[in-house]
């Protein structure tokens, strides 16, 4: 029989991701296998020199079967970015080498030399890096960051005709605000800015297109691969803006070249399915480290959106899909650095309650001390504007073992605090 491919797009944008995942059947293998062929082929043949030419004239491409060159377009690495638009309900998807590539490349192609950005001020800090430092040295690209949450600010932050992008995080990494997206996308578009959405923090949770964002970016390397084993990113919108990001002459997809391995995409496509079981685990067991420490300590300071007393617990509870919780990341401040990096030693090892590392979305607990790691590059002022204490220690939540087992793990390290 010959190659059939599956119809990959969703029935309806109303779906929840689980849903539309569910909808969005992957292509079949090269001999109807039931997982897809590895395209590995960096370069791609033509049946005749007019189809090479129409090729590169834009007047076919992939849905005619046709394909350049891996750089531009590859059908292992458009399967998997048909699924992340799936699970973000956007029109389209274009999976990359890493989430700062997927960010980066965003930024430039709705930016022009000049531009002017409103972020965030509480955002991951290689994001605020590159808005801080790289983009205005090297592109003449401006920043403006506002308290997200003051949406007043934001508003007059933005200038009508010269701000291009409003850049913030759905969950922001570390401090664990929630932005509200529907207000924020009205009060952008209303003054033509475009809204492009970190949703790393909460893929499955939350769904920012469908709130109002234009695009949602995503670091793969977190939840959506789980494994903490790769390096991926990926940019989720519209067709007119995606498409135009792999242009072959213009787009900086093509241009820039952040492209994705497609045995890497391969591998990851495989992840999906189970994606939404693996986020149920994590914010439950979250869930119930957060209720369990306010229980052993009412003083320790705990950050977690799904606790009442969070500012925006109502907020998050009103945008979220269905059953999947408030997130699997939670805080907890101990006020000094010396005492932050006291509690890792004695959890990682003496009781093995989970390791000290920066990334998030593995099925190991993951710690560190966010002032001096993921946001060292911010600067003392930075940070306080932040609220990014020099104690808060930032916990990625696994879900490997009983909770009574890795509760029992916790406090165990705690008494010796």
């Known amino acids: 029989m010959d190659r059939k491919t599956v119809n990959v797009e969703m029935e309806s944008k109303k779906e929840v991701p689980a849903e539309a995942l569910a909808a969005a059947r992957h292509e079949l293998g090269e001999h109807n296998g039931i997982n897809m062929s590895i395209e590995a082929s960096n370069t791609f043949t033509f049946k005749d020199s007019d189809a090479m030419n129409r090729a590169f004239l834009g007047e076919v491409g992939p849905k005619t079967g046709i394909y350049i060159y891996s750089r531009h377009l590859n059908p292992t690495i458009l399967n998997l970015g048909r699924q992340i638009a799936a699970m973000e309900g956007t029109e389209t998807a274009y ?149 135009q990001m792999r242009d072959p002459h213009e787009g900086p997809f093509m241009l820039l070249g952040p492209t994705m391995n497609p045995k890497l995409a391969f591998e990851i496509s495989g992840r999906i399915p189970h994606l939404s079981m693996r986020m149920k685990k994590h914010c439950k067991r979250a869930m119930k480290y957060v209720t369990k420490m306010k229980e052993l300590d009412p003083n320790l300071d705990v950050l977690y959106p799904g606790l009442k007393e969070h500012p925006q617990h109502s907020l998050l509870k009103s945008m979220s899909n269905k059953d999947y919780g408030f997130g699997g990341v939670f805080c907890i401040d101990m006020k000094t650095e010396g005492r932050a990096y006291r509690l890792m030693d004695k959890l990682q090892n003496n009781s093995k309650f989970g390791f000290m590392g920066v990334s998030l979305g593995y099925y190991e607990t993951l710690m560190s001390c966010s002032s001096s790691s993921t946001n060292s590059m911010l600067d003392s002022k930075e940070k306080e504007r932040a609220g990014i204490s020099p104690g808060l220690v930032r916990f990625s939540v696994g879900y490997v073992g009983t909770f009574e087992q890795k509760w029992s793990q916790f406090t165990r390290a705690y008494s010796e605090m």
């Open 95 to 243: 999976c990359t080498a890493s989430g700062m590539s997927a960010i980066s490349s965003v930024l430039l192609q709705l930016c022009n030399t000049g531009g002017h950005v409103v972020a965030a001020k509480t955002l991951y800090g290689g994001s605020h890096a590159l808005l801080t430092h790289f983009l205005p040295q090297k592109c003449n690209i401006t920043t403006t960051f506002v308290d997200i949450v003051d949406l007043e600010e934001v508003d007059k932050a933005m200038i009508e005709g010269r701000t291009s992008v409003l850049y913030f995080e759905s969950i922001s990494n570390p401090t664990l605000i929630v932005a509200n997206i529907p207000e924020l996308s009205k009060i952008a578009h209303a003054k033509g800015v475009k809204v492009v959405v970190d949703n790393t923090f909460a893929p499955m949770i939350l769904s920012p297109a469908k709130l109002g964002a234009d695009v949602v970016v995503h670091s793969i390397s977190k939840y959506i691969s789980g494994e903490a084993d790769i390096i991926a990113g990926a940019v989720c919108g519209p067709a007119d803006i995606v498409d």
